[in-house]
């Protein structure tokens, strides 16, 4: 895979989280990428020393992620894929072992797309554990009517 990949990611007032999730990405991936990290307005602590796109009042996630694609587009840069990433993602906890610090995340999900062209969008899960609060989202409550889940902070 020869094209970057634009690793977005949306910060709002996580810029200690928002830094250590940045290291991460710079130690773990090794495709090529091109790092966007956007300050949804955060108005409690200071930015990211990483953040490279800065909103002047909280959005919310979906639309500060948006502004965050079309930042990227504006790069005048050909991408791949588009990796969103909420700041709040522990991969660590994902793998529960030092395997984390060796495992590249994004070539995993760039995989997926290159395997199969029809493939247009792939969502990591934030957990293996079956008994996480996880499976709670989807399992059905009052009225048997599944929970409606746009996204999942830890």
């Known amino acids: 895979m020869n094209k970057k990949t634009a690793i977005i990611i949306n910060s709002y007032n996580m810029s200690e989280w928002t830094d250590n999730l940045v290291e991460h ?6 495709v090529p990428y091109e790092l966007i990290v956007v300050d949804n307005g955060s108005d409690i602590v200071e930015p ?3 953040t490279n796109y800065w909103i002047p009042e909280n959005v919310q996630m979906t639309k500060g992620f948006m502004q965050g694609v ?10 791949f894929a588009y990796w969103l990433i909420i700041t709040s993602v522990n991969f660590y906890d994902m793998y529960k072992n030092e395997d984390y610090l060796k495992i590249d995340p994004l070539e995993l ?9 029809k493939t247009y969008a792939v969502q990591p899960a934030f ?3 079956e008994g996480s609060a996880w499976k709670a989202h989807h399992e059905p409550r ?3 009517k599944p929970r409606r889940l746009w996204a999942l902070e830890p």
């Open 142 to 144: 009052g009225g048997r």
């Open 25 to 30: 990405i710079h130690h773990t991936v090794k």
């Open 70 to 79: 079309r930042f990227a587009d504006s790069m005048d840069e050909d991408f």
């Open 109 to 117: 999900l760039l995989k997926v797309l290159v395997d199969d062209p």
């Open 48 to 50: 990211s020393r990483y």
């Open 127 to 129: 957990t293996f554990n």
